[in-house]
Structure formats: structure tokens, C-alpha cells
């Protein structure tokens, strides 16, 4: 999905001393290794100066503003248009009105251009296999995209942004996100945020608070800013996104806000927001990371957990699933956003009812709600092979 702007001009300036320094010089420490080993690393040690050049050049270029940009991923009658454009390009050059025509079609075709759909009532709810962490892609016909956590596990060699997030919001002909809602300040849910938020422009960042600990969190809220986005504290009660008849995203609690005494925000898991999506009939419950202590807390405090599908709360781990919240949420389908697929179910839901899911064994689910019908299908069965 990456187009380099400077690629073919690093090409050019690394070539020479790649192929008329370097190789020439590991040549010949091969041929000398065998009889003058002394010799052969002086070639080996020179010709690595010819590595090092290249590697600060193409350094260097790579970090020029503008020097690559990103797309979404090409449908099939865009490629189709595509060639059929260069080979219009070669065979009839004066035909530039044609052309352009041809350009506008492909773009319409391609989804580049789509426009909103006002008549369609339908949202995809999208659970994505990110390993032991969390992100939600919520898609409405009118091309409104909300992001519900962003986080894998933490290491600094994959940005779950960058490798899973990302690429599925381009498969999806998806440019920019227009709110992202983070339940808890904890990596596994927005290390990969920073990157997303970079380059998708959201408008708002709901958080739950902005005093997180973790390592990185102050890089995200610094990177929102940076990139005008707006970042608020969603309140208990305050509706988020929406608010129609279409989609709403409630805010249910926030232990995390100011002022707060009571002993259960003390846990970090806790101190996070439980959100619920409502699209016509159908509703979804975001339990964030909470615990069983704040699970029989919101019991007490609301009476809108009845929800079609559930997000098990701290990825089904065994500190959370009291059978009271999972028995007055009441789900036909829950998931578990996991990279382990042991224990499978989590044995806290082993007798909950209802059909489970879970990233690691199902990939990515999505569901599809037209408001009263709902329609769940997951990337691949448990017993399916991988597919890449």
C-alpha cells in the first residue's frame, strides 16, 4: 500500500557503489580468503564503506517529507483500467479526453471515489486479530469509521498499526477514521494508535483519562495533538458517536475520571471505559479490560448490559466473567481478542450459551447488522489452515 516518490532516485545513487564497489571488493575477498585471509578482510572491511554510504543515502532520502505516501488497496477493475489506460497511453496519444474519462471511471470503480450511501442502514462491526491485544473497526453505509481500541502486544520491532490495523482499513477502501475511542491506557490496546492516528486524521481521541503510566501513552496523546485531533474524556452516560436512530456508542462508566473514590478504580484494568454500541435492534458491549469487582459494580450502576454481542472482558481471562454480568449481558455471540487459542472456550464461559469466538483460532469476525438482522462471519473456521 507504500508508493516511494524518491525510490528510483535512491536506485540510481546506491547502485554505483553497491555493484561497482561492494561486489567487486566481496568478490575478490573470495577469491584471496583461502591463502591470504588478511587480505581478504581488507576487501571485506573496505567494500563495507560502500554499504554504509548507501544505507545513510537511502536513509536520508527516505525521510524527506512527501517521500512516499500511502493508498488503499487496488480493486480488481481499477488494475483492469489501469493497464487498459497504458496501453491507451502507447497506442493513442492524442486521445487525452478519453483518458481522462477512462481515469474518473477507474476511480469510481476502484472505491476511491464511493459515495455515501444515505439509503443504506447497514454497519459492520469488525473484531480484528491483532494477538494479545484489542481493535474494533465500526463501518457505516454513510462512510462514518470509528476505531475502538488499537493495540497488540508490545514490541518494538512490530506496530500492530502499521502491519494489522492499517492494512485492513485499506483492504476496506478506508482513508481516514473519523473517531477513535481508547477504553483504558494500557499498551496492548493503543500502541498502535500513534501510527494509525498519523496517518488516518481522526477528528476526536475519547479517552478515559489522560494521566496513563504506560510507556508510549504520552507519545500518543503528544502525536494527537500534533495531528489536531481533538482529545476528550468521555463521561458515564454521554453518548460518543451518534446518537440517532442509525448508531449510537454510549459511554456507560469511567471509573477513571477525577474525583472518583471509589476503592475498585484503584485496579489499572479498572480504570477504563465500558462502552455500548446500539444500531437499531441489535447492540454491542466494549467491557474494556474491567475485573469482577467492577463488573458487580456496573451491575448495580446500569441496566443497558443486554447486548446481542460481547467482547469478553480483559481478553476471557480468568479475573474477569463473573457469571452474573455474563448471565445480564445475555450474548448470542461473544469474542475473545486473544493471541492464545488455549484454553478454548475460556473456562468461565465454557456455560455461558451463545457461539464464541476468538481472534486466534477465527482471525478477524466481522458482523454485519442491518438493525435487525445480524450476520456474523469470521475470517476462517477453527478447523481451517491458516490463510495468509
Known amino acids: 500500500n507504500r ?30 580468503q583461502s591463502f591470504a585471509p588478511v587480505i581478504a578482510l581488507f576487501f571485506l572491511q573496505t567494500g563495507a564503506l560502500g ?8 536513509g536520508f532520502l527516505a525521510g524527506l517529507p512527501f517521500s512516499s505516501f500511502w493508498l488503499p488497496t487496488p480493486t480488481i477493475p481499477l488494475l483492469i483500467l489501469s493497464y487498459a489506460l497504458l496501453f491507451l497511453i502507447f497506442r493513442h496519444r492524442r486521445t487525452l479526453p478519453l483518458l481522462a474519462m477512462l481515469a474518473c471511471f477507474a476511480l469510481l470503480l476502484s472505491g476511491y471515489a464511493r459515495l455515501p450511501n444515505a439509503q443504506d442502514n447497514s454497519m459492520e462491526v469488525s473484531f480484528l486479530a491483532v494477538g494479545n491485544g484489542s481493535a474494533t473497526v465500526v463501518q457505516q453505509a454513510d462512510r462514518q469509521v470509528i476505531l475502538i481500541d488499537g493495540g ?9 498499526g502499521e502491519r494489522v490495523i492499517a492494512p485492513f482499513l485499506w483492504h476496506q477502501q478506508i482513508r481516514r477514521v473519523d473517531q477513535i475511542i481508547l477504553t483504558h491506557a494500557h499498551a496492548d490496546h493503543f500502541n498502535g494508535l500513534p ?6 486524521q481522526p477528528k476526536i481521541l475519547w479517552l478515559s483519562e489522560t494521566s496513563g503510566q504506560e510507556p508510549g501513552f504520552a507519545a ?12 476528550r474524556i468521555a463521561k458515564g452516560g454521554e453518548v460518543l458517536v451518534g446518537g440517532n436512530t442509525r448508531l449510537a456508542i454510549t459511554c456507560l462508566a469511567n471509573l477513571a475520571l477525577s474525583g472518583n473514590t ?5 485496579n489499572p484494568n479498572n480504570r477504563g471505559l465500558v462502552l455500548r454500541l446500539d444500531h437499531g435492534e441489535n447492540a454491542f458491549l466494549f467491557p474494556g479490560d474491567i475485573e469482577k469487582d467492577y463488573e458487580e459494580h456496573i451491575l448495580q450502576k446500569s441496566s443497558q448490559l443486554t447486548a446481542e454481542v460481547l467482547l469478553l472482558p480483559h481478553h476471557g481471562l480468568g479475573s474477569s466473567g463473573s457469571p452474573r454480568f455474563v448471565q445480564a449481558v445475555g450474548p448470542r455471540y461473544s469474542v475473545v481478542s486473544t493471541g492464545k487459542k ?28 442491518d438493525g435487525k438482522k445480524l450476520t456474523a462471519t469470521p475470517y476462517r473456521t477453527a478447523n481451517d489452515p491458516p490463510r495468509p
Do not use: M
Open 152 to 160: 497488540g502486544p508490545p514490541t518494538g520491532l512490530f506496530n500492530v
Open 3 to 32: 508508493i516511494s516518490l524518491t525510490g528510483p532516485i535512491t536506485t540510481l545513487l546506491v547502485t554505483p557503489f553497491l555493484c561497482f564497489w561492494t561486489l567487486p571488493l566481496g568478490l575478490l575477498a573470495i577469491l584471496t
Open 262 to 266: 471509589e476503592p475498585i478504580a484503584d
Open 220 to 231: 500518543l496523546l503528544l502525536g494527537a495533538k500534533e495531528a489536531g485531533c481533538q482529545v
Open 195 to 200: 501510527w494509525i492516528i498519523k496517518r488516518f
Open 51 to 58: 554499504i554504509h554510504v548507501s544505507h545513510l543515502l537511502t
Open 342 to 369: 488455549e484454553p478454548f472456550p475460556p473456562v468461565q464461559y465454557q456455560d455461558s450459551g451463545g457461539h464464541l469466538f476468538s481472534t486466534a483460532r477465527h482471525g478477524a469476525i466481522s458482523f454485519l447488522s
